[in-house]
């Protein structure tokens, strides 16, 4: 029989563990999420900007810097390499801390790292909307700026690597697998693609080529993998159990690892390239299904009769909701990929909602369950209102689901219109008219809901959260469901 007073000693030294390697990342990881919040409230500034010159082109159109050529790559890269990326850093840096029950004594260099990715992205960002991008999907940053990106990257990822290596539990987690793989697979795509297209150029279809291979392996093997090593980390520790089935957990990771490297150039089927490229892409967008549908079952089965949860803890609503996003971009992505489908889809604004359904619907809004989950641990006080917290969900919700279906309607009306070759091009851009005008509504509702949250996150950071020991809910508890105590 246990000894009770062992049990409390040893719960107790766990606590002050925990506590001790929150303090050692507090500072990276406080300032990763602002930058990434600051960034994130920017791109969506330029998003609506955008989206507005779509309906409206006189309303700006006086100003170059308004143009939507300008507005809509630097409104992407601001969104992904700003938020993204360091909301992805922030949360990568804490879990792997956690899992590993390491503390980071001196972390000078890595806020400096940070600090010249932000230079990076803001260079960059300036470039494009100064007209001197590359006007390659993902990868619209002036030629010279990837070198510094992609330094300050190996920084920030050797820490991560380094708090793996240096790990004083001997199981490895599948968050960890997750979180490691990304941090090897983005510099490998990035490096390559910069050095062909920067360093080695070829004709204008290769350059082409190269990006959209880019741009599906970012989303596949960064963005994915991030998201997804953070569902695996918070959805156990807010029901209380071990992932249900660590065989589904392995065959769902070296699925996405094995057809993740072959994405991208399906959006060029009946391109100029050799029907084998896109074939094989298309094939290996198709055969994602399969890890998906593990996934869905994995979180599923731990979450097996703790469904409750989600009306009540705002980590597991977001997370949650970002689940099911997962579903519907891996959909999409594979629908998209069938020449039935493709061909109305293709170089329309239903790619836009692709994109957008997998780094807004699915990896942001998981992100944003991670916040409210590690925000409380770093800073020592609770969120300050669940009817904030509730704002925040459903205006981000109703705005993502309503940019989908905007952007999805749109761009079938679109190429349906400009597979009729009897007829203008021009029309196939005012059939999309209402659908666009709706986009930005959307934008609106989204832009809402991001400056409350970030106006709860600067409230956290003074300090000023609610001082209660027990946590911020949704909606207060109902004592027929109580919820299990999530594991901090």
């Not at 916040?371 to 993502?400: D, N, Q, V």
């Not at 309607?409 to 666009?436: H, I, K, N, P, T």
Request: hydrophobic share 55%; with cysteine; aromatic share 16%.
């Amino acid at each position: 029989m246990a000894n009770p007073t062992n049990n409390q000693t040893a719960a107790t030294d766990d606590a002050l563990q925990r506590a001790a390697i929150d303090r050692s990342l507090r500072v990276p990881v406080i300032f990763f999420f602002t930058s990434g919040l600051a960034w994130l409230f920017v791109s969506l500034v330029l998003g609506l900007l955008a989206s507005i010159q779509l309906h409206s082109p006189d309303l700006l159109g006086a100003c170059p810097l308004m143009s939507y050529g300008r507005l809509q790559p630097a409104h992407m890269n601001a969104f992904i390499y700003g938020w993204a990326f360091q909301v992805g850093f922030g949360a990568a840096l804490w879990m792997m801390a956690r899992l590993c029950r390491i503390t980071l004594p001196r972390v000078a260099s890595l806020v400096v790292a940070g600090h010249l990715w932000n230079l990076g992205v803001t260079i960059g960002v300036a470039g494009v909307l100064l007209g001197e991008g590359t006007s390659i999907q993902f990868l619209d940053f002036p030629k010279g700026v990837w070198i510094l990106m992609l330094a300050a990257y190996c920084v920030i990822a050797g820490y991560i690597v380094m708090m793996f290596k240096a790990r004083r539990e001997e199981h490895v987690y599948i968050s960890q697998w997750y979180l490691l793989a990304a941090c090897f697979w983005f510099p490998w795509s990035y490096f390559t693609a910069n050095l062909l297209i920067h360093h080695f150029p070829s004709a204008a279809v290769i350059n082409a080529a190269i990006g959209s291979w880019y741009a599906g392996t970012l989303m596949i093997l960064w963005i994915v993998p991030i998201a997804l090593g953070t569902t695996y980390y918070l959805i156990p520790k807010l029901v209380g159990r071990p992932v249900a089935s660590y065989q589904l957990a392995f065959a769902s990771f070296w699925s996405l690892a094995m057809l993740g490297g072959w994405v991208g150039l399906q959006h060029y089927m009946g391109g100029p390239l050799p029907a084998w490229m896109p074939s094989v892409s298309g094939a290996a967008m198709i055969f994602l299904v399969v890890p998906m549908v593990f996934i869905g079952l994995n979180h599923h089965n731990t979450m097996k009769g703790h469904h409750d949860i989600i009306h009540y803890s705002p980590t597991a609503r977001f997370v949650c909701f970002g689940a099911f996003a997962f579903n519907a971009f891996i959909l999409l992505g594979a629908a998209f990929s069938l020449f039935r489908f493709g061909k109305y889809f293709q170089f329309t604004h239903g790619e836009l909602g692709y994109y957008m359904t997998g780094l807004y619907g699915f990896f942001s809004m998981v992100m944003f369950g991670a916040i409210y989950y590690i925000m409380p641990r770093l800073m020592g006080c609770e969120w300050r209102s669940g009817k904030w917290i509730r704002f925040h969900f459903w205006f981000s919700a109703y705005g993502t689901g309503a940019m989908l279906i905007a952007l999805i309607m749109a761009g079938l009306f679109q190429g349906r219109q400009a597979m009729a070759f009897d007829q203008e091009f021009a029309l196939s851009v005012e059939v999309s008219y209402g659908f666009l005008v709706g986009r930005s509504l959307a934008w609106c509702f989204i832009i809402l809901s991001n400056l409350m949250f970030l106006f709860h996150v600067l409230l956290m950071i003074c300090r000023l959260g609610r001082r209660s020991g027990e946590a911020t809910y949704i909606h207060p508890r109902d004592r027929e469901h109580e919820m299990k105590p999530a594991q901090a």
